[in-house]
Nanobody
């Protein structure tokens, strides 16, 4: 089993920044991809960004140029730096891990609210 714990969410004004962190623990040797998804009220969960163990990244078109995903393999941690946040990006953000056998693990989610 893999446990994922998110931190760093909260309330930010439009145009502001937040940095999310997610620490993975448990049987993590087989984890390849770490990423972030989000789910706004009444919306489907969507991919925000993901990063492989060797550093290849993939971003949703809507966040390219504003969000940056990174990971520290020594600390089993993935980060999401979010800049120029928009109100419509208010959502619960979930950390996600995918193993080499395509098993997905999810964190419990953390609220990000973009509002003045």
């Amino acid at each position: 089993q893999v446990q994922l714990v998110e931190s760093g969410g909260g309330l930010v004004q439009p145009g502001g920044s937040l940095r999310l962190s997610c620490v993975a623990s448990g049987i993590i040797a087989g984890i390849n991809t770490l990423g972030w998804y989000r789910q706004g009220s009444g919306k489907q969960r969507e991919l925000v960004a993901e990063i492989t163990k060797v550093g290849s990244t993939n971003y949703a078109d809507s966040v390219k140029g504003r969000f940056t995903i990174s990971r520290d393999n020594a600390k089993n941690t993935v980060y999401l730096q979010m800049n120029s946040l928009r109100p419509e990006e208010t959502a619960v953000y979930y950390c996600n891990a995918i193993s080499n056998w395509a098993i997905r693990y999810w964190g419990q989610g953390i609220q990000v609210t973009v509002s003045s």
